[in-house]
Each structure stands twice: as structure tokens, then as C-alpha cells.
């Protein structure tokens, strides 16, 4: 009975955990903390060396974990990339996300190198831990502080951010995988088969990553799955995208985040409630994983290297970053300012920290360096840059306006049984040209309902559109982005694309 009341005791206090985390995103969204920072304090006040006093040291436990919760976060990422609206973009991101994540790592591993006395390998994967960037962290401090960017920049930064984590993860375990060979042979690493591997990762990650999209595709548009199912469906799948890629020896984390690629651009049954699910399932991964990652941490370990882990930080947010970022735009034709910003929105989060266990995963010499010194850059990546990036954004100049506080939404609804036709619906703000009785309406745009005052009218009764009416239509399918152009006023239209 003894153990029945553990297992009780041990899920009480992990949704406790998480309540507590999910109650002190308010305290963060009031004073502007960077909310990942948060989470990770709540899970070092419950460790061992906190009030809690939780002894937590199963780093196989964190990895699971961890690795679920990065699927599900790649995955996520990859549905809210819009593959319509990356004109100018799509070409510099992607270049950050390979040939920046690389850049950093060597600069960083230089850093490390003269600083904890690594062997040059070592160094580059202390480099190469953390080396990506956290989009959720970026984007939440952005949306906190009520900036909206300049679409070029905000574009880039969010496809570099969504992207370039698989990058890291290749280059960890490929570097991880050298020294574990050398260490049991005592024979200098091959770098040919090394680089074979990493080939085939990447091509099997791609393969089964498309794959599984279309597959999911596929069974969603026919597939009539009863309450509300398809979003648990849709999760559960990016997790057997995720896992059957790294079973058959691929790369997983590009797989699904593929996998979300292609999900989120097709025309898919129910993706309104897919992708709304998905917003509250990335935020309760990322809590999950950060609470995690702090009780495995050990504040009076992490003392013991907190200087030189520092410099290794400051390193790489004011040389490492930058300097990559500098030689990777150089082609593309971005302002010295967009460079600059772009350069200090280099936020760590938890994937850091989730790489900087793999080492103690696969027992290499001073793995617990790694871990402890990728903790601390984290720590000191939210605090500086994470309570500095509004100012520099304003600063540099890259901001375009504010965010609207009641932004323009659209509510799409699917209709069973079918996929050509949809329900969206809008508020109709001042200025919108469709309360221009001079412009004719598109035929394929029909109106369902309006709600006005309270009241449901149908659109007889209703009569010409009004400001403020909520009003529903029903159009085909994936024309959403057409509709918008059609309800938005035109200074929002403007916002929202520079």
C-alpha cells in the first residue's frame, strides 16, 4: 500500500508542479519576465537544493520526456509555418538554421575551448548544445511587450527558430557518437562515416517525415473520427512520425517538424481545431520540460563553474551569435540595424538544456560540464536578452507598430462529411471594405448569419453590415487568407504585412 500512496504523492505533486508553473505566467505576463525562465525557476525551488527538496537525477526520464515534448513543440512549429507567406525569408532563415547553427557552435566551442581546457571536440559540442534558438521564448517576449516587427525580420526569426533545431540535434549526436567511438577504440574518429550517418538521418528524416504528412493528410480528410478526435489524432501521429523515423535510423526532430509542414499546408478537415489544440499542447510541453530540466539542476554544482559558464555566454551572445548571423545575411540584402537585431535575438531555452543531456546519456568524460555550463547560458541567455529585446527592437528600429489588443481574427469552422466548403466568421472593425455597399461581394462568399447587439439574425433580416457586427459565411475551403483581404480595414492590412 506503501507504494500505491508514493505513485499517488508523485502524480499530485507533478500536476501541482504544473499549476504552479502555468499560475506564474501571470506574474510573468504582468512584469514582462521571460516566462520560460519561470518555469525553470519553479523546477530548481523544487529540487534538491530548493525549498521542495526533491532529489531528481534521472536523466533517462528527462530525455523521454524531453524528447516528447521537442516533437511535439517541432511539430507545432511546423503547422504555423505558412509556406505562402515566406516571400523574402525563407532563403536567409534557412541559411541560420544550417550554416548559423554551425558557425555558432565553432565560435562558441573556440570559447570553450581556452576557457574550460576542452579538447577541440569537446569544445564543439559544448558549442553545438547551444547553439539553436527558442522561438517560443522569442515570440512570447515580442507579443508580451505588444511589438509587432518588421515582417521581413519577424519572418526570418521565426523560421530560423522553428528550424534550426534539428540542425543542433544532427550535430550533437553525430559529435556525441565520435567521442563515445573514440573513447572504446582509443582510434582518432572516422569523419567520412560520421558525415555518411548524418546523410542518412537527414534523408530518412525527409522521406519519412513527408511521408507521414501526406499519411496524415490523408486519414484526417477521410476519415470520420467521432468527438472531436482529430487533433488528438493529429498529435499522436506526429509522435509515431517522430519515433518510427528514429527507430528505422533517421532523424526524428526533422521528420516531424516535416511532418507539420506539410500538414499545415494542405487543405485539411477540422485544422482550426488541430491548431488550437496544438497551442495549448506546445505550452504544456515546453512547462513540462522546463520543470523537468530544473529539478535535474543543481544550484550548488552550478556554482562551481558559474564564472567561466558566463564568459562562455557573454561570448556568444555578443561575438558568437552576431558575428554568424553578420556572415550568413551578408547575401540577402538586410539593413546593418536588421542584422544587429536579428544578431541578440539568440534566446536559449530548454533544447539546451535537453542536448546537454545526452552526453551523461552515453557516459562521456565530463558530461556533467556540459550539462551545468548549457544550464547556466540558458539562465543568463533569458535574462539579458530576454529583458532587453523590446528596447532593442525599438532601438534598432525594426519595429513596425503595436500589436492590436483585440486582434483580427478569423473563426473557421469545418463542416462534416466534406472538405470543399467551410464556416468563417469575423468581427467587422470600422473601415473594413465590406461595409462599402459600392463593392460587390465575391458570389463564392455567401452569408450565413450575422450577430448583432446580442441578437442572431439571418442575413435578410439584417440587412447591410454594420461596424462591430459578427459576421459568419460560407466559403470554400483554404481561401481564408483571400477572405481576410476582403474584411480587414486597410491600415490593418497594412500592419500586418510589412
Request: one cysteine or more; glycine letters at 10%; hydrophobic letters at 55%.
Amino acid at each position: 500500500m506503501d507504494s500505491i500512496w508514493q505513485i499517488n504523492a508523485a502524480l499530485a505533486l507533478s500536476a501541482l508542479l504544473v499549476l504552479a508553473g502555468i499560475g506564474s505566467s501571470l506574474i510573468a505576463r504582468r512584469f514582462g519576465a521571460p516566462l520560460l525562465l519561470v518555469f525553470l525557476v519553479v523546477g530548481m525551488l523544487a529540487g534538491e537544493d530548493g525549498p521542495g527538496g526533491l532529489g531528481f537525477d534521472s536523466y533517462e526520464f528527462a530525455y523521454v520526456i524531453g524528447s516528447l515534448a521537442l516533437a511535439v513543440i517541432l511539430f507545432d512549429g511546423g503547422l504555423r509555418t505558412r509556406l505562402d507567406s515566406l516571400r523574402g525569408a525563407l532563403a536567409p532563415a534557412v541559411t541560420l538554421a544550417t550554416l548559423g547553427v554551425l558557425l555558432t557552435a565553432a565560435l562558441t566551442g573556440l570559447a570553450a575551448h581556452l576557457v574550460f581546457g576542452l579538447s577541440p571536440l569537446q569544445a564543439l559540442l559544448l558549442g553545438s548544445i547551444v547553439a539553436s534558438t527558442d522561438a517560443a521564448a522569442v515570440f512570447f517576449l515580442l507579443h508580451t511587450g505588444g511589438l509587432r516587427l518588421r515582417r521581413r525580420v519577424e519572418k526570418t526569426l521565426e523560421i530560423e527558430s522553428a528550424t534550426n533545431d534539428p540542425a543542433a540535434v544532427f550535430l550533437v549526436v553525430l559529435l556525441v557518437g565520435l567521442l563515445a567511438s573514440a573513447g572504446e577504440s582509443g582510434t582518432p574518429p572516422s569523419w567520412g562515416a560520421a558525415f555518411a550517418e548524418l546523410a542518412r538521418q537527414a534523408l530518412l528524416g525527409a522521406a519519412f517525415g513527408a511521408g507521414g504528412g501526406f499519411a496524415i493528410v490523408w486519414v484526417l480528410n477521410r476519415a470520420n473520427l467521432p468527438g472531436g478526435l482529430d487533433p488528438a489524432f493529429a498529435v499522436s501521429a506526429a509522435l509515431l512520425v517522430f519515433g518510427g523515423t528514429a527507430v528505422a535510423g533517421g532523424s526524428g526532430f526533422l521528420a516531424v517538424y516535416l511532418a507539420g509542414l506539410v500538414v499545415g499546408n494542405r487543405s485539411v478537415r477540422a485544422f482550426p481545431a488541430i491548431l488550437a489544440f496544438h497551442d495549448a499542447a506546445t505550452w504544456l510541453a515546453q512547462i513540462v520540460m522546463f520543470l523537468i530540466l530544473g529539478l535535474l539542476a543543481t544550484p550548488s554544482r552550478l556554482l562551481e563553474t558559474a564564472l567561466p559558464a558566463v564568459a562562455v555566454a557573454a561570448f556568444l551572445m555578443l561575438v558568437a551569435r552576431p558575428l554568424a548571423v553578420w556572415l550568413c545575411l551578408l547575401p540577402f540584402g538586410f539593413s546593418r540595424r536588421a542584422v544587429a537585431f536579428i544578431g541578440w535575438v539568440g534566446l536559449r531555452g530548454a533544447v539546451s538544456i535537453f542536448l546537454a543531456a545526452i552526453p551523461t546519456l552515453a557516459e562521456l568524460p565530463r558530461a556533467g560540464l556540459y550539462f551545468d555550463v548549457a544550464f547556466m547560458v540558458v539562465l543568463v541567455s533569458l535574462v539579458v536578452q530576454g529583458w532587453t529585446l523590446s528596447p532593442a527592437a525599438r532601438r534598432l528600429g525594426v519595429v513596425s507598430g503595436r500589436r492590436d489588443p483585440d486582434p483580427l481574427a478569423r473563426i473557421e469552422r469545418d463542416l462534416p462529411g466534406q472538405e470543399a466548403l467551410e464556416i468563417v466568421g469575423y468581427r467587422l472593425r470600422p473601415g473594413s471594405p465590406l461595409l462599402d455597399p459600392a463593392r460587390p461581394r465575391p458570389s463564392w462568399l455567401r452569408p450565413l448569419l450575422v450577430v448583432r447587439g446580442g441578437r442572431v439574425l439571418e442575413p435578410a433580416a439584417a440587412g447591410p453590415p454594420r461596424p462591430d457586427d459578427h459576421a459568419y459565411f460560407l466559403a470554400p475551403s483554404g481561401r481564408g487568407p483571400e477572405i481576410d483581404r476582403l474584411v480587414h480595414p486597410p491600415q490593418a492590412r497594412r500592419r500586418r504585412e510589412e
